[in-house]
């Protein structure tokens, strides 16, 4: 019997499946929610609560890991859950109504999880993180470049953190659906 290989996914795949699955969630708590076919800058879904009245956008970010590693480990930063790539652009986005939300596919147990941040929160960590990560090694005598690109990580309440740069964990924003600051 031959042996199946996995299928190569590409980023654009991977982007959609966390936006569908995004969407299928907010149906299943009763919201009302589009995806904006990249007509809006910088928002994936619009949402409205129908009990509320409010208003929301979600920025979805996505990465796909298996569970065999739990927790990454950085050796600026610690232990943490999941990353995703972002821009210093996004240090600016902190409009009230705009959240991000974190998708992270487990793929070897076909599990996904959603951490879903506000945009303030985010816009925060990844202006420290990216400034303590170049004073950490510039410290330490290590030549690293200033780049327009950061990252976004979930930790653990578990973990200790920088006081410099604390991490927002999966505690506070996982299934945060009720869009809590």
């Not at 982007?15 to 995004?22: K, P, Q, T, Y």
């Not at 945009?119 to 330490?140: D, F, G, P, T």
Request: with cysteine.
């Amino acid at each position: 019997m031959k042996k199946r290989r996995k299928r190569k996914i590409t980023n654009t795949q991977i982007s959609l499946a966390g936006e569908f699955a995004v969407l299928s969630q907010l149906a299943l708590r009763g919201y009302d929610a589009n995806m904006t076919l990249g007509n809006t800058k910088g928002v994936d879904i619009l949402v409205s609560d129908p009990r509320t009245k409010k208003m929301y956008q979600l920025e979805v970010k996505t990465n796909v890991r298996n569970e065999r590693k739990k927790l990454a480990n950085s050796r600026v930063h610690g232990k943490y859950l999941s990353g995703w790539m972002m821009n210093k652009k996004q240090w600016k986005e902190k409009s009230p109504s705009l959240y991000y939300c974190f998708t992270n596919i487990i793929r070897d147990r076909n599990y996904i999880k959603f951490y879903i941040v506000p945009s303030q929160v985010v816009a925060k960590y990844i202006k420290k993180e990216h400034v303590y990560y170049l004073r950490y090694n510039r410290k330490r005598g290590r030549n690293v470049k200033d780049t327009d690109i950061c990252q976004f990580r979930i930790g653990l309440k578990s973990e200790r953190y920088s006081k410099e740069c604390p991490m927002p964990t999966a505690e506070q924003y996982e299934n945060n659906w009720e869009f809590k600051n």
